[in-house]
């Protein structure tokens, strides 16, 4: 995948993940102060803030599987991607204009008045943290799709990673400009409304764009309606017998019907997790965990350890201007990070291509639990601003290798995926097991070989050969073998599993980062934190199966 016209059809492809990234980094920015001045205290708040990854962590999976298997007419992973569109649009109308819904349900009433505005609010809120980040799934199920050869796979992701640290720059800049002195802003109403009226038009252009140009590979499953414009896949019909003539009412009730359909199943396969999957989803949590507690605990620490403010201080007074002040440079460190992570989104393929993906992952890990040791223990503002800026290569990193490897383990599930749990199976007095005997089929019927040694139907074994073969399959079946099958496991639902890595590490940090401050009275412990959960990630990343050379050792 070479040359400009490629590297443009990237872009434009990913138009919808930057977009995405713009509206929940600047809605989620702006959202706490709209929560305070609507009487929500500020301990409810970052509850209120937790509700999308909570959501996210349970229908992460169902929505990943379900894309793997409800092949509608217009693919399938669009119908997702669509859906969940709507909900962040929906979301983006909500939260600027909740007083003004709130004051027309409200018929009078000062209590209801109020009472429907915090709740509009955290539906809002909810509803855009929680589609925003589900809706990554797809559009890296998508990505998947598009490009399944391991270098052109690394391009796209390392595009996408890109397209995600630019949305967030640009998120992070808009609600710091000051909007309420333009004529837009007289118009609509104030710098809320302006913001987010920008913030719909974006998503909007955003997600024609994506739409427009990506094709999904058409699927093999055969028609069931023969009329014209009224093609359904199997899969779908066969879950509910689908009998709709309509062309609009048919991928969405082929998506619902698939997702309730297929809960069970996915839940009991998100439990049984590939090794090789296990060992990614291990390092990476641990990896988020440190990276998430950095990004959200990054401002207060430069406000109140740095510039050593105070944020409960009386307004105007000297203690809470320096903790304004460190507010803003923490928010420069972390516009810094994401410049950085997007440079290294775009030589991350060449990184690879230079050095591997085992070196890339791990300096990029051990870059960053140094920069955290220098925050924490230097008093420095340039010093540190320089540190919080290295730390957007790790930040690249997670949002690029990790989605590569998974498509090389789907791409090549023969040699990843194969189970480590086989029962043995007892035959005629024989106890045999995937470790002591290799099988394979001569040319003729019924001869069973090991190698080239032909043992005219007897099992022979060899104890010296080190290699590994997988067991064989007659009619479906493994030949007196019994493991677990990854063969039917679709990349949407290990997306899905990665991406819930990235949710957990958000809820983590903020369930126990407060007490852990309030017990050591010292904001420190953030940064700390963040050292430690990223060292112990660097232990499971040398764990992780990046080639089959690891498979070996």
Known sequence: MTGWRSQWHLVLLNSLTCGLEICVAAGITYVPPLLLEAGVEEQYMTMVLGIGPVLGLLFIPLIGSASDHCNSSYGRRRPFIWLLSLGVLLALFIIPNADVLAANLSWG??????????GLLILGVGLLDFCGQVCFTPLEALLSDLYRERDDC??????FSFMVSLGGCIGYLLPALDWSGGLLSLYLGGQAECLFSLLILIFVVSVLVTMKVSEEPSSTLEPVLSEPGQCFPRSCCYLFQCKLRTLKSGPLMCLLRTCWSMTPAIYRSYCHVPRVMRQLCLAQLCSWMGVMSFMLFYTDFVGEGLYEGVPSAAPGSILRQRYD???RMGSLGLFLQCATSTFFSLVMSRLVHLFGSRVVYLSSMVCFTISALVICLSKSVLLVTAMSALTGFAYATLQTLPYTLTCLYHKEKEVYMQSSKTKKVHTNGFTITRDSVCLTLNNGPGDLNHKSEISNGHVSYSGD???????LHQNGAALGLESEDF????VGLDFAILDSTFLLSQVFPTLFMGMIVQFTESV?????????FSAIGIYFATHIIFDQKDLRS
């Open 109 to 118: 009433s000062t209590r209801r008045n109020q009472a429907l505005q915090v």
């Open 154 to 159: 690394g391009q796209a992701f390392a595009m």
């Open 325 to 327: 002040e460190g507010i």
């Open 465 to 471: 050969e080190p290699e590994y073969y997988p067991p």
């Open 487 to 490: 063969g039917k496991r679709g």
């Open 524 to 532: 420190t412990v953030y940064i700390a934190s963040s050292a430690i």
